[in-house]
């Protein structure tokens, strides 16, 4: 179990963070597969070869977005292990914020792109001729 710093402490916003990002992560992980189970569903039926171009592009996208989100989960949860040592003295709040700060950033990207792909893609299943 993780320790948990001072409620309203610097410490505990940032932990807040890292929490809500693992289940954000987890979201988009089913999301994940949501889509690859509706391509699933199209792709026999795709008579065109450059549709079906844009299927495998999809495909490979949703393969390297389970990779992603799988070492994104492995550092969150990472992270959240720290906040244990940070509570028993091993660590200092300022090694952890700068990690924190690294994988916002990360958050961020990880945000933008998949609301990128889940527009490309549904204009994409949207404009199939099936």
Known sequence: MIAKPKPGSKASQCLYENLAWIRLIEFLNQENIYMKNRLSEVI????????????????????????????????????????????????????????????????ESIEREHALIMRDYNTYLSSLDY
């Open 44 to 107: 026999d039926r795709i008579q065109d070869s450059e549709q079906l171009a844009m299927a495998e592009h999809f495909q490979n996208q949703f393969i390297i977005k389970d990779d992603v989100y799988d070492h994104m989960l492995h550092d969150l949860n990472k992270q959240s292990a720290k906040w244990h040592h940070l509570t028993a003295g091993n660590l200092t709040i300022s090694e952890l914020k700068k990690n924190h700060r690294h994988l916002k950033h990360q958050m």
